[in-house]
């Protein structure tokens, strides 16, 4: 690579780093964010997942962000984490494209630019939840299985599938990747043009040794409690939303790809990687291109299992699949007419502008701008007005740091402050109300038995009220968006019940963008 390339690529590096750092740091908050980060500070105290208290998701996370938090952390430190996972991931990606690309650095760099740039990507990337760490196992896990089948560095396939293992530990939607990439290496040995040759499953015991090495924590896990572990990754999705029947199934998700699936900067990708599928390079001698499609494709069905769907559980992650046939379908329209390159550049830019949902945060944003200085909601339901002032979105990390800091302020360390959101209580390091270290676990207590509520550690909403009544948490953090799904109805009867006994028990300290904190009466 000559001195030039070099420049524009550690230019284009550190523009990314720079960008991806910044960003994560305004940007508005995930409700997941809430469950993560309290994980993560109840596993760098020691507790164990599943076992210790209530996880809706596949482990790993949790134990990757401990040793931020371990150091101090709070949301925003948790962020840079997955800001850092991104620019590894988009450095892994730069590797591969110019090891790939050598002789078209120009291909590799605009491929590169389609990475840096796609909006899901660092949308997604820079929030406490599996995309960041996700993203990056799986670049981790191709590139290494990129340069073993194309460099014969057989370590390669080991790294790939211990790579392979931790992605599943980060969210099992990535699971049947695994078996996929293990059969595609099977088959290949078994199509070898020696069969005789016994280095031939060489590739494939590597991947499978790797993959089982990577999957002992997760299994360690399981092992200490089968029941929760099963609860928190099956039982609790099957009751929070109990899919219809397969047809009625057939039909929403026909409509849904329809409605999501046609965001520009995601067809602009898709259609590059069809080129690059279609040409002629991609019948190359190892498949790897291919596989990765064939990956992406697998991916995408995978995610239309969970019910009801989400748009980013595959936009947050499809492009990532698409690098290497993306850049081949720039090489390959670009050999034809260097204008239609050119227009690819230019067209991601464009399309980046109106497909992005950075966009619509900007808008938000200016509202917040525009609403500034104007009061807060009314009372309703017992709920109390907002201080007049600033009024921001409840999302915003501004709010989210002033509420916690208040709650800082009038408690001490060892307090358990009840939250219906606990990242009020992540940030603010006082001790969470037991079962309500997840917000998510509310919402199906009532469908469980009390024996069950206490083997998978999740409230009841009976505890809750009990609590409050006996005034056992120090400080109640009640209102925000956060609520919707937990009782349903601003003006229902188990609402109206919560306000009464906060009223009996407790004094309101603030409010703060409609988040009130409630106090112990004196």
């Not at 915003?396 to 408690?411: E, N």
């Not at 925000?480 to 799904?485: L, N, S």
Request: net charge positive.
């Amino acid at each position: 690579m000559q001195p030039r390339h070099r420049f524009l690529l550690a230019a284009i590096l550190t523009l990314y780093g720079l960008g991806i750092v910044v960003f994560s740091q305004c940007r508005s908050l995930d409700r997941d964010e809430g469950y993560y980060a309290a994980a993560v500070r109840l596993v760098a105290e020691g507790k164990t997942v599943y076992r210790d208290f209530f996880y809706p998701q596949a482990p790993g996370v949790p134990y990757v962000y401990a040793l931020a938090d371990r150091a101090g952390g709070n949301l925003a430190s948790l962020r840079l984490v997955s800001a850092a996972t991104s620019i590894l991931m988009v450095l892994l990606w730069s590797v591969y494209l110019v090891d790939r690309h050598r002789d078209a650095p120009r291909v590799a760099f605009l491929a590169l630019l389609l990475l840096a740039l796609d909006p899901h990507l660092a949308y997604w990337n820079v929030t406490v939840k599996t995309f960041g760490l996700g993203n990056l196992l799986l670049t981790a896990a191709l590139v290494s299985l990129y340069f073993a089948v194309e460099h014969g560095r057989k370590l390669g396939y080991a790294v790939s599938g211990l790579c392979s293992a931790a992605l599943i530990s980060v969210r099992l939607l990535y699971a049947p990747i695994a078996p996929v990439l293990l059969g595609w290496l099977l088959l290949k040995a078994i199509r070898h043009r020696e069969p005789n040759d016994r280095q031939r499953f060489v590739p494939a015991l590597a991947y499978a040794a790797g993959l089982t090495l990577g999957g002992l924590p997760f299994l360690a896990i399981f092992l200490s409690d089968p029941q929760a572990v099963y609860f928190g990754n099956f039982g609790y999705h099957a009751l929070r939303a109990a899919p219809p029947g397969w047809p009625e199934r057939a039909v929403y998700v026909v409509k849904f790809l329809t409605v999501n699936v046609c965001d520009p900067y995601l067809v602009l990708g898709l259609a590059l990687a069809l080129v690059g599928f279609c040409s002629k390079q991609a019948a190359d001698r190892s498949g790897f291109l291919r596989l990765t499609v064939i990956l992406a494709a697998v991916f995408a069905l995978g995610t239309a299992t969970p019910y009801p769907l989400n748009a980013h559980y595959f936009t947050g992650t499809l492009a990532t699949f698409l690098v290497p046939a993306a850049a081949l379908g720039i090489a390959t329209i670009g050999r034809r007419t260097a204008a239609l390159t050119a227009a690819a550049v230019v067209a991601s830019g464009v399309l980046l502008l109106l497909g992005s949902p950075f966009l619509a945060k900007a808008q938000e944003r200016l509202r917040d701008l525009v609403d500034a200085g104007q009061p807060g909601p009314a009372v309703t339901a017992g709920r109390p007005v907002s201080d007049v002032g600033v009024v921001r979105s409840e999302k915003s990390l501004a709010s989210f740091k002033a509420v916690a800091q208040y709650v800082r302020t009038v408690t001490q360390p060892g307090d358990i402050v009840l939250s219906f959101w606990p990242g009020y209580v992540y940030e603010s390091g006082r001790r969470f109300f037991p079962g309500l270290e997840d917000d998510f676990g509310l919402a199906v207590s009532a469908r469980l038995s009390a024996t069950q509520r206490a083997a998978y550690k999740i409230a009841s909403r009976e505890d809750v009220l009990t609590a409050i009544r006996n005034r056992a948490p120090k400080a109640v953090v009640i209102g925000g968006y956060w609520m919707d799904d937990l009782y349903p109805g601003p003006d229902s009867a188990e609402q109206r019940d919560v306000y009464k006994a906060l009223d009996a028990s407790y004094r309101l300290g603030r409010t703060l963008d409609g988040i009130a904190i409630y106090l112990h009466r004196d």
